[in-house]
């Protein structure tokens, strides 16, 4: 990693190294969000089969 920086410094491409950082921060914070997204979509889903379960055994008792 350093040999990366020091090759990025020598040249005078400190913006594309910022570019990159941050570019390579945004995927990293897109996959975290993505990722608890699909684990809220799928608590959610278990919390309808759950209430669905509930409602069909409640009726069944009247």
Known sequence: M???IRTFTERGD???LAL???A???SAALFLV???QSAAARRFDD???ELS???RR???RE
Do not use: G, M, P, S
Request: hydrophobic fraction near 60%; glycine fraction near 0%; avoid cysteine.
């Open 24 to 26: 390579a921060a945004a």
């Open 47 to 49: 919390f309808v089969r």
């Open 20 to 22: 990159f950082l941050w």
């Open 14 to 16: 400190l913006a594309h």
């Open 53 to 55: 379960l509930f409602n």
């Open 34 to 36: 993505l990722r608890e």
């Open 58 to 60: 409640a009726r069944k």
């Open 2 to 4: 350093t040999d990366l």
